[in-house]
C-alpha cells in the first residue's frame, strides 16, 4: 500500500507542471454555455423530471457523446507520455516497484481527472439551473445518477486507452484512434443493436438515461448498460494488465 501511495504522489508530481489541469474544466465550461444559451420555453416539459432532464440533456449530449469519451484518451495518453521519452520506461520499469501498482497508480490518476471533470460538469448544471431560473427540488437521483454513471461508463475507455498508450511510443496515435472511435457515436447512439455494445457510447447512455424516458437507445434498462460497461472494464483492465507486466524495458 504504501507502495502503491509512493508511485501515485510520483504520478501526479509528473502532472503538476503541465498543461492537463487546463483541460480538466474545458467540457464544463463548454456545456455550461450550452446550459445558459438553451431555451427551455420550447421544451417538453412532460418530462418525468421537467426542465432539469431538459437542460441536463441540452449539457450532457455533446459532454458526454464527445468530449468525455475524447478527455479520457488525453488523459490516459499524457500519464504514459514522459515514460516514452529518453528512455524513461527503461529506467522507471527496472526498479524494484510492482509493475501492477504502477499501472493502477496510473490508472487512478487518470480516474481522478475523469471525476473531478464531472464534479465540474455538476457544478456547470447548478450554475445554469439557477440562471435559468429553475426552482422546487433539486432531483439528485438524475443528476448523481447521471455523473457517477459517466464516470463509470469512462473507465473501461481510460483503461483500453491506457493500453495502447502503453504499447505506442507516439502520443498523437492513440489519441487520432480514440478519437476517430468517438465520432461515430452520433450515428451509433441511436441505435439499439449497437449502441448498447459500443463502448464509446456508454458515457451518454449512462448520462441520459432517466428510466421512464424514451430518448433512442436510452430507453435500455439501465441493468443493461452496467452489464455493458462492467464487461468491457473486466477485459480492457486485464488486456491492460498483461501487457504492461510483459513488457520490455524498452
Same mark, same amino acid.
Given at each position: 500500500?504504501?507502495?502503491?501511495?509512493?508511485?501515485?504522489?510520483?504520478?501526479?508530481?509528473?502532472?503538476? =507542471?503541465?498543461?492537463?489541469?487546463?483541460?480538466?474544466?474545458?467540457?464544463?465550461?463548454?456545456?455550461?454555455?450550452?446550459?445558459?444559451?438553451?431555451?427551455?420555453?420550447? +421544451?417538453?416539459?412532460?418530462?418525468?423530471?421537467? $426542465?432539469?432532464? #431538459?437542460?441536463?440533456? *441540452? %449539457?450532457?449530449?455533446?459532454?458526454?457523446?464527445?468530449?468525455?469519451?475524447?478527455?479520457?484518451? #488525453?488523459?490516459?495518453?499524457?500519464?504514459?507520455?514522459?515514460?516514452?521519452?529518453?528512455?524513461?520506461?527503461?529506467?522507471?520499469?527496472?526498479?524494484?516497484?510492482?509493475?501492477?501498482?504502477?499501472?493502477?497508480? =496510473?490508472?487512478?490518476?487518470?480516474?481522478?481527472?475523469?471525476?473531478?471533470?464531472?464534479?465540474?460538469?455538476?457544478?456547470?448544471?447548478?450554475?445554469?439551473?439557477?440562471?435559468?431560473?429553475?426552482?422546487?427540488?433539486?432531483?439528485?437521483?438524475?443528476?448523481?445518477?447521471?455523473?457517477?454513471?459517466?464516470?463509470?461508463?469512462?473507465?473501461?475507455?481510460?483503461?483500453?486507452? %491506457?493500453?495502447?498508450?502503453?504499447?505506442?511510443?507516439?502520443? *498523437?496515435?492513440?489519441?487520432? #484512434? $480514440?478519437?476517430?472511435?468517438?465520432?461515430?457515436?452520433?450515428?451509433?447512439?441511436?441505435? =439499439?443493436?449497437?449502441?448498447?455494445?459500443?463502448?464509446?457510447?456508454?458515457?451518454?447512455?449512462? +448520462?441520459?438515461?432517466?428510466?421512464?424516458?424514451?430518448?433512442?437507445?436510452?430507453?435500455?434498462?439501465?441493468? $443493461?448498460?452496467? #452489464?455493458?460497461?462492467?464487461?468491457?472494464? *473486466?477485459?480492457?483492465? *486485464?488486456?491492460?494488465?498483461?501487457?504492461? $507486466?510483459?513488457?520490455?524495458?524498452?
Amino acid at each position: 500500500m504504501a507502495s502503491f501511495l509512493r508511485l501515485l504522489a510520483s504520478e501526479r508530481l509528473k502532472l503538476s =507542471k503541465s498543461y492537463i489541469w487546463l483541460l480538466v474544466p474545458l467540457s464544463p465550461l463548454l456545456s455550461l454555455a450550452i446550459g445558459l444559451l438553451v431555451s427551455l420555453d420550447t +421544451m417538453d416539459t412532460t418530462w418525468k423530471y421537467g $426542465n432539469y432532464a #431538459i437542460l441536463v440533456t *441540452a %449539457m450532457a449530449s455533446f459532454h458526454a457523446m464527445l468530449f468525455l469519451p475524447v478527455l479520457t484518451g #488525453i488523459f490516459s495518453a499524457f500519464v504514459c507520455r514522459y515514460e516514452h521519452g529518453g528512455g524513461g520506461w527503461k529506467m522507471l520499469l527496472s526498479l524494484p516497484v510492482s509493475r501492477t501498482a504502477l499501472f493502477f497508480a =496510473k490508472f487512478t490518476v487518470v480516474a481522478s481527472l475523469l471525476a473531478v471533470t464531472q464534479l465540474l460538469f455538476l457544478a456547470a448544471v447548478f450554475v445554469a439551473a439557477a440562471y435559468q431560473g429553475i426552482d422546487g427540488t433539486i432531483p439528485w437521483r438524475l443528476l448523481l445518477t447521471g455523473i457517477g454513471g459517466g464516470f463509470l461508463a469512462c473507465l473501461p475507455l481510460a483503461a483500453l486507452q %491506457m493500453l495502447v498508450s502503453v504499447g505506442w511510443s507516439s502520443f *498523437a496515435a492513440p489519441l487520432a #484512434i $480514440n478519437v476517430a472511435l468517438t465520432v461515430p457515436n452520433m450515428l451509433i447512439i441511436n441505435s =439499439k443493436t449497437f449502441g448498447p455494445l459500443y463502448p464509446w457510447a456508454q458515457p451518454m447512455l449512462a +448520462m441520459l438515461w432517466y428510466g421512464e424516458e424514451d430518448f433512442g437507445s436510452l430507453a435500455l434498462p439501465m441493468e $443493461n448498460i452496467v #452489464i455493458t460497461i462492467l464487461g468491457s472494464f *473486466a477485459v480492457f483492465l *486485464a488486456a491492460g494488465l498483461l501487457y504492461f $507486466n510483459r513488457k520490455e524495458q524498452a
